[in-house]
């Protein structure tokens, strides 16, 4: 008899769907740079993910409230330092 399948993979990748988007749409207060960066983190975040969906089902919706707290952090600290606004 199988076990049954997590549900917690596929809510942790509808957030890091959610996230990417947010991560995106950052070219509205960020430089390019800035949004190319967050995409990188995006991107290892991901891989990371991906590699979780098996061996750490439970973990993986983890990562997105742990992106949006980066994001956060970044975007507050490039308008507080460097001038960053919309």
Do not use: D, I
Request: with cysteine; net charge positive.
């Amino acid at each position: 008899m199988s076990e049954p399948v997590s549900k917690w993979p596929f809510v942790g990748m509808g957030g890091m769907a959610a996230v990417l988007f947010l991560y995106a749409a950052s070219g509205l207060l960020a430089p390019p740079w800035a949004v190319a960066g967050l995409v990188a983190v995006w991107l290892v975040a991901f891989v990371v993910a991906c590699r979780w969906w098996s061996r750490r089902p439970g973990w993986v919706p983890f990562l997105p409230v742990a992106l949006v707290a980066v994001w956060f952090a970044v975007v507050n600290a490039g308008g507080a330092w460097l001038g960053w606004s919309a």
